[in-house]
């Protein structure tokens, strides 16, 4: 198993910056693709960004596309997503997600939060007009 724990969140005002963390602990990190969701109320979970088990490939949704960068630090074992020129229509609860490397890296799969098999607890991201 793996476990995640995600930190950063907070309330910031529009136009500010926040970066998330996301910690992973148990089976090797490396032996998985890593996805941020993000889930507001009232709405479904929806994806933001997923990033390769190497960190060489990375997608985006278009709602934060050029404003929210993914990375990795596998010696840290950590997946980070920097946001920046935050909007309040990014106010959300925002997950980590683990997929397992042996499935195919592509758009479509990782953009799928019911293909991921490990989620953190998540962490409130506010931002305010």
């Known amino acids: 198993q793996v476990q995640l724990v995600e930190s950063g969140g907070g309330l910031v005002q529009a136009g500010g910056s926040l970066r998330l963390s996301c910690a992973a602990s148990g089976r090797t990190f490396t032996s998985y693709h890593m996805g941020w969701f993000r889930q507001a109320p009232g709405k479904e979970r929806e994806f933001v960004a997923t990033i390769s088990w190497g960190g060489g490939r990375t997608y985006y949704a278009d709602s934060v596309k050029g404003r929210f960068t993914i990375s990795r630090d596998n010696a840290k074992n950590t997946v980070y997503l920097e946001m920046n020129s935050l909007k309040p229509d990014d106010t959300a609860v925002y997950y980590c997600?683990?997929?397992?490397?042996?499935?195919?890296?592509?758009?479509?799969?990782?953009?799928?939060?019911?293909?991921?098999?490990?989620w953190g607890q998540g962490t409130q991201v506010t931002v305010s007009s």
């Open positions: 997600a683990a997929r397992a490397r042996g499935e195919p890296f592509s758009f479509g799969a990782n953009s799928d939060y019911a293909l991921y098999d490990y």
